[in-house]
Nanobody
């Protein structure tokens, strides 16, 4: 049974940092690309970062490029999202996702989702 479990969310002030983690289980970790999405109530889910777990390499949305960094630890089957210089508009529920459609940050192509972790940024 595939599981994606996020952690690391919380409340910080603008300009601060957080690191999210996503532990994957139930499949060979490098089978899928891993992505992070976020969603605010009433809005569509937005892809923010992804990583090619098999060959390395990452991709980002314009809204977070230069502030967020995605990485992986193959020994721990874990993907991280380091978020820096956080802004109030980064407030959202953040979801970890596994996809075969690498590079696209398309929620419709995600195969597995985690349950999410909440990030709140105060001004």
């Amino acid at each position: 049974q595939v599981q994606l479990v996020e952690s690391g969310g919380g409340s910080v002030q603008a300009g601060g940092s957080l690191r999210l983690s996503c532990v994957a289980s139930g499949y060979r970790f490098q089978r899928y690309c891993m992505e992070w999405f976020r969603q605010v109530a009433g809005k569509e889910r937005e892809g923010v970062a992804g990583i090619y777990t098999g060959r390395g390499g990452s991709y980002y949305s314009d809204s977070v490029k230069g502030r967020f960094t995605i990485s992986q630890d193959n020994d721990k089957n874990t993907v991280y999202l380091q978020m820096s210089n956080l802004k109030p508009e980064d407030t959202a529920m953040y979801y970890c996702a596994a996809t075969e459609r690498c590079g696209a940050l398309q929620s419709s192509r995600v195969i597995y989702w985690g349950k999410g972790t909440l990030v709140t940024i105060s001004s």
